[in-house]
C-alpha cells in the first residue's frame, strides 16, 4: 500500500553529509520525495510502499553519517501526491529554529588518503575537507548552514568543485568548505613585520624554520598556535619567556598514537580518545625515559598530547618532528588569537614568523582538554570539537541565558528540551576576554534564534559577568550561588532530577553569609539546597593574594593550630618568610584584609608550601596540582580531623587543626613529602565519606553529586569515588561539562529555568 509521510529530524543533520545519505537510501528502497535542510534540522517527505518506508526509517536511525547525531525523527502520515523521483530541495527557513550544529571535525581517512596522494588534484592543498570532515562551528555566521552563512562565502568554487558539490552521489555534496588549489583558500608565511616570505611553499618552509628552533604562530580551526620543536629547549625556553609563561605546561602534538605510546602510558580508552574525531589535548602520564624538553611539563607527571586536527598540521608532523609544542597564541590569561592583523599585533615580539592564510574564523575557539578519571572521561576544558553540542534537559521550559563565572567562563543557553554551552571563554578579568563574553552571548542568541527572558549569574557582586547580567534591563533576573550551579550541573548533565548529596570543592565561591565558600556539603534538588557542612573558616591574610601565594595560607593554618607558638616552629615555610610573620599574624587577629574562608582549594595551598612544594604559584592551581604530583608512592594511612556538630543548628563544621599538627610533626621527623601528600589527600578522601555517611543517616539520601575544581585532581577523586561506592552510595561525577567553573553555567541555567517554571 503507498503511503506519505513528512518526516522532521532534529539533531546534528547539517553539515555531515545526511542529505546525500537520505537522497542514496530513498532511491535505494524505491522511494519518491524530497529532502530539504531547515532552521530545525532537516525535513523529508517520502512517499512509496509501507514496508520500503519504515525501512527507510530504520536505515536513518541506525546507519545515519560518522558525524550525525539524530535527537528526534517526527513522522506524519500525509496524502498522496504522486511523485516518481527523489529530489534534494534549496534550505528553508522556519520561525522557529533549533538547530544542532557540528562541531569542528579532524580530517578523516578519505581525506587525508587524498591529501597524501601525489596524484590527487587535493594533494598537500592545506585546506581539503568533506561532508565528513573539516570546519563547522567556527566558520558558521549563521544557520541553516549553507555556504553563504560561512566565512567560505568569499571563496567562488572553480567548475571542478562545483561539480562535486552539486552532485548528490560525491562525498563532497553541499561541503560548504569545500575548495581546491584553484579556488579556496590561501596559505601565506610572513614574518614578524608582517611581510610575505617569497617561498614556493609555506608548509614546507613552516617545517624547515621549526627545525632551526623558530617560534610561528600557526593558524588553526580555532584561533592561533604558537609552535616550537618540543625536543629543543632552548626553543621553548625562549618561547615561555615571551609569552610571559614561567611553568604552567604546554600542549604537545604528535604525528599518531605510536609516537603518544613512545612518551607516555596509554590505554585502549585514552588511545581511542586521542583518535577520536574531537582530537582533544589528553593528559597522559609520561614515560621516564624520553626526548622532549625538560622545561615543556616542568614539575609535572603528564604531558598534555593532541593528534592532529586540520590538513596543514598533517603535514606540518609528516616524518618532521617527534613533537610540537602547540600552545594557545595569547599573552598568558588572553583570549586566543584568531585574526591575521591581530595575530600580528598581539604576537608582535613573541612569533618569528606567522603561517596564515585568509579563511576567516568567526568563532575563536580553544582546544579542548581531556583526561580519564575514576574510570570515565572526563572534559577539563569544553571547547573545539566538543561546541556547540547540546546538553539534553529532562524537561522544556523559558529560554534562559546563564553567565557563568569569573574564571573559566562558559555561558548557557537553553531552548526545548536542551542547553547548549559555548566554548570555554576564559577568566573574566580583562576587557579582552569581556569582549569575547558579549561576542559570544550574541553569536549564539543569532544561531540558536533565542530570546532569553531569564539571566542566570553568580552571587559574587564583582565579578564581570554577573555586573553585565545586572545591567540588563526588561529580563528577570536569577542570582545563583556559586556552589550550587556546580552540584546541579552534574545532575544536569547526568539526567538527574532527584535529591541528593552535592559535595561541591574549589577554589572560591560567593556565599549566602558573604565569607568565600569552597568545601561545601549541600542537601540538594533543583529548586533549592540546604548548606550541611564545610569546612572551618580560616583568614586569608592579604585577600586574594593568599590566592596565589600558598604560604601566606600555611601560615594562617599553622596560626590557627598553635597560636603564639608558631614562632617557636622550626619550619622551613615560616623561615622562608620570617619578615612577614607578624604583619599576617597582625591582620588575622585585627581581622584586617583578612577575609574568612572555608575553601578545600585554599587549604591544599597550604599544605603544598607547608611541606615546601610551593610558596608562590605561577598559574592558577599550581600549588594543588603538585601536592598531587609529590604522590609517588601510595598507603591507606590518615591524619586525625573532627567534625562538630553545631548544636544551634543542623549543619557540622569540619576542623584541620589536628591534621596540621600532625603533618608538622611529620615535617618534624623528615617524613618525606610523597608520604605526607598521600596521607593528607587520604585524610580529604575520609573526610567527604564520613560526613556523607553521616548525611544519608540522617536524610535517607543515597545519590552523591561531586563537583568543583578540587575533583581535578585525579587521586583525590579516585579514592572518594572508590571509598563511597564501597559504602553502598550511588555516585555521579562529571564526564560531559568540565567539573571545574567550566560547567557552572549549565547548573545557574537549570536552576534558574526551574524557578522560572514554578
Known amino acids: 500500500m503507498l503511503k506519505r509521510f513528512n518526516l522532521q529530524i532534529e539533531g546534528i543533520v547539517q553539515g555531515v553529509g545526511f542529505r546525500p545519505f537520505v537522497f542514496s537510501t530513498a532511491r535505494a528502497q524505491g522511494l519518491a520525495g524530497w529532502v530539504l535542510n531547515n532552521s530545525r534540522g532537516v525535513e523529508i517527505e517520502i512517499e512509496g510502499l ?10 536513518l536511525k541506525e546507519k545515519s553519517p560518522p558525524l550525525s547525531r539524530i535527537h528526534s525523527v517526527q513522522a506524519q502520515e500525509i496524502p498522496l501526491k504522486g511523485d516518481h523521483s527523489f529530489f534534494i530541495y534549496e534550505s528553508k527557513e522556519l520561525a522557529d529554529r533549533l538547530p544542532f550544529i557540528s562541531p569542528d571535525t579532524d580530517v578523516c581517512d578519505d581525506c587525508l588518503r587524498e591529501l597524501f596522494d601525489p596524484s590527487d588534484r587535493r594533494y598537500l592543498y592545506p585546506f581539503i575537507n568533506c561532508t565528513n570532515c573539516g570546519p563547522r562551528f567556527t566558520i558558521i555566521r549563521d544557520i541553516p548552514y549553507d555556504r553563504d552563512k560561512t566565512t567560505m562565502h568569499i571563496f567562488t568554487m572553480c567548475p571542478v568543485c562545483e561539480r562535486e558539490y552539486h552532485d548528490p552521489l560525491n562525498r563532497r555534496f553541499h561541503a560548504q568548505p569545500i575548495g581546491c588549489w584553484q579556488c579556496g583558500p590561501r596559505v601565506m ?15 614546507q618552509k613552516t617545517i624547515e624554520l621549526l627545525l632551526q628552533g623558530r617560534i610561528v604562530a600557526i593558524k588553526g580551526l580555532g584561533g592561533f598556535h604558537l609552535a616550537v620543536d618540543a625536543a629543543a629547549q632552548d626553543a621553548v625556553v625562549r618561547l615561555r619567556e615571551r609569552k610571559h609563561r614561567e611553568e604552567k605546561p604546554f600542549a604537545l602534538m604528535v604525528r599518531n598514537v605510536e609516537t603518544a605510546r613512545q612518551l607516555c602510558f596509554t590505554s585502549p580508552a585514552e588511545e581511542e580518545i586521542l583518535s577520536s574525531h574531537t582530537k582533544p589535548i589528553l593528559l597522559l602520564k609520561k614515560r621516564p625515559r624520553h626526548a622532549i624538553a625538560e622545561s615543556v611539563a616542568p614539575g609535572n607527571q603528564f604531558f598534555g598530547i593532541m593528534l592532529p586536527c586540520t590538513p596543514i598540521q598533517h603535514v606540518l608532523m609528516q616524518d618532521n618532528f617527534l613533537a610540537l609544542v602547540m600552545t594557545s597564541a595569547n599573552i598568558s590569561e588572553e583570549p586566543i588569537t584568531k585574526d591575521n592583523d591581530e595575530a600580528l599585533e598581539r604576537l608582535r615580539g613573541i ?6 592564510h585568509n579563511r576567516d574564523i568567526h568563532v575563536r575557539t580553544d582546544d579542548s582538554i581531556m583526561r580519564t578519571m575514576a574510570g570515565n572521561i572526563s572534559i577539563q576544558r569544553r571547547s573545539r570539537g566538543l561546541v556547540p553540542l547540546a546538553v539534553p534537559l529532562l524537561e522544556e521550559g523559558i529560554e534562559v541565558l546563564a ?7 562558559t555561558i548557557c543557553f537553553t531552548k526545548d528540551k536542551n542547553a547548549f554551552l559555548s566554548q570555554y571563554i576564559g577568566d573574566m578579568e580583562n576587557a579582552e576576554t569581556f569582549r569575547i563574553f558579549l561576542e559570544s552571548i550574541k553569536h549564539l542568541e543569532n544561531i540558536l534564534q533565542v530570546s532569553p527572558q531569564v539571566l542566570a549569574y553568580d552571587l559574587h557582586p564583582n565579578y564581570l559577568a554577573t555586573r553585565y547580567a545586572l545591567e540588563q534591563q526588561g529580563m528577570r533576573l536569577v542570582g545563583v550561588q556559586h556552589h550550587f550551579a556546580h552540584v546541579v550541573s552534574c545532575l544536569a548533565e547526568h539526567a538527574v532530577d532527584e535529591p541528593a548529596i552535592g559535595v561541591a570543592f574549589d577554589g572560591t565561591g560567593y556565599g549566602d553569609d558573604g565569607m568565600i565558600w569552597g568545601s561545601e556539603f549541600f542537601t540538594f534538588d533543583y529548586a533549592q539546597y540546604v548548606r550541611r557542612a564545610h569546612f572551618a573558616y580560616i583568614p586569608m591574610p592579604g585577600g586574594n593574594a593568599a590566592a596565589r601565594e600558598p604560604y601566606r595560607m600555611a601560615v594562617s593554618y599553622v596560626y590557627q593550630a598553635f597560636k603564639d607558638k608558631l614562632f617557636d616552629l622550626d619550619l622551613p615555610v615560616l623561615k622562608r618568610h620570617a619578615e612577614h610573620l607578624a604583619t599576617f599574624i597582625t591582620m588575622i587577629d585585627r581581622k584586617v584584609n583578612a577575609p574568612l574562608t572555608s575553601s578545600c582549594g585554599r587549604l591544599f595551598d597550604a599544605v603544598s608550601a607547608l611541606i615546601d612544594l610551593r610558596d608562590i604559584m605561577t598559574f592558577e592551581g599550581q600549588a594543588p596540582m603538585e601536592l598531587e604530583m609529590a604522590i609517588d608512592e601510595q598507603h591507606d594511612a590518615l591524619y586525625h580531623y573532627e567534625i562538630i556538630n553545631n548544636a544551634e543548628s543542623t549543619d557540622y563544621t569540619i576542623s584541620f587543626e589536628q591534621v596540621i599538627r600532625e603533618i608538622v610533626e611529620d615535617i618534624k621527623r623528615k617524613e618525606p613529602a610523597s608520604s605526607i601528600s598521600c596521607r593528607f589527600h587520604n585524610t580529604v578522601a575520609a573526610v567527604i565519606v564520613d560526613m556523607c555517611k553521616q548525611l544519608r543517616s540522617e536524610t535517607k539520601l543515597n545519590l552523591v553529586a561531586l563537583s568543583g575544581g578540587v575533583f581535578q585532581n585525579l ?4 579514592r572518594t569515588v572508590d571509598h563511597l561506592k564501597k559504602n553502598g552510595f550511588s555516585v555521579l561525577t562529571h564526564e560531559h561539562v568540565p567539573t571545574n567553573d567550566g560547567g557552572i553555567s549549565l547548573g545557574q541555567a537549570v536552576i534558574a529555568r526551574r524557578a522560572c517554571n514554578k
Open 50 to 59: 509501507e514496508e520500503s518506508i519504515n525501512n527507510f526509517i530504520s536505515i
Open 189 to 203: 608565511l610572513l614574518d614578524a613585520s608582517g611581510a610575505e616570505v617569497e617561498t614556493a611553499d609555506p608548509v
Open 351 to 356: 612569533a618569528d614568523y606567522f603561517l596564515v
Open 403 to 409: 553567565c557563568g563565572g569569573e574564571l573559566k567562563n
Open 715 to 718: 587521586y583525590l577523586l579516585t
